[in-house]
């Protein structure tokens, strides 16, 4: 793979990704109201009025504003952010597979999201079992992403892979699948062809 096919497939990775997160936080959650809230204009739509109590399905980016300024706080948790030992069990099971695992939605913005929230705790309170967690659960995220990807880079080599296998892939592992699919194909179709000759003059 040339250094341009390598600026392709990292420009195509990198898009997956900044797309995966934008579908993350535009997900409707459940939020409940801590105050009561008149009726406003987010992202170009409006919403409101609600009640001290109520509860409603807004955008995750919008949930994260709401909580920020005390108004109303996430109704699960889950929907933002994975557990470590959910995590753990994962990459366990991961390692295990010879073939690639369903990923709940959303993994990888959630994974980085655990990450960044214990980097966080850290910073007010590095207590031993914070930085435990924060080592072990940044650790198990390698583990995955690392055996994840030797079962992609696989999965990219065959010529005719199952379409159920390919639905196992996560947006930002599809991106970089068709990016890899792309660059192995025409390298294939290239490496036994007579290269025309560049005569001199």
Not at 26 to 49: H, R, T
Not at 124 to 130: A, E, F, N
Request: hydrophobic residues 35%; charged residues 30%.
């Amino acid at each position: 793979m040339g250094s341009l096919g390598v600026v392709v497939v990292s420009r195509r990775a990198s898009e997956g990704i900044g797309h995966a997160q934008f579908l993350f936080e535009e997900d409707a959650v459940q939020v409940v109201f801590l105050k009561p809230i008149p009726a406003s204009m987010a992202g170009g739509s409006q919403f409101g009025p609600y009640e001290e109590g109520r509860e409603a399905k807004v955008p995750l980016w919008v949930a994260d504003v709401l909580a920020e300024n005390g108004v109303a706080k996430l109704k699960d948790e889950d929907a933002k952010i994975i557990r470590s030992g959910d995590l753990y069990k994962l990459s366990w099971k991961e390692e295990r597979n010879e073939v690639l695992s369903q990923l709940p939605p959303h993994f990888y913005p959630k994974v980085r999201a655990l990450l960044r929230s214990l980097d966080e705790g850290i910073k007010q309170s590095p207590t031993h079992t914070l930085l435990s967690e924060q080592r072990q659960s940044q650790m198990k995220a390698q583990d995955m992403i690392n055996c994840r990807l030797q079962k992609i880079l696989r999965l990219s080599m065959e010529r005719n892979p199952t379409k159920s296998l390919i639905d196992l892939l996560s947006q930002e592992e599809r991106a970089l699948y068709t990016a890899l699919r792309s660059e192995i194909e025409g390298w294939r179709q290239r490496i036994l062809v007579d290269e025309p000759k560049t005569r001199e003059r």
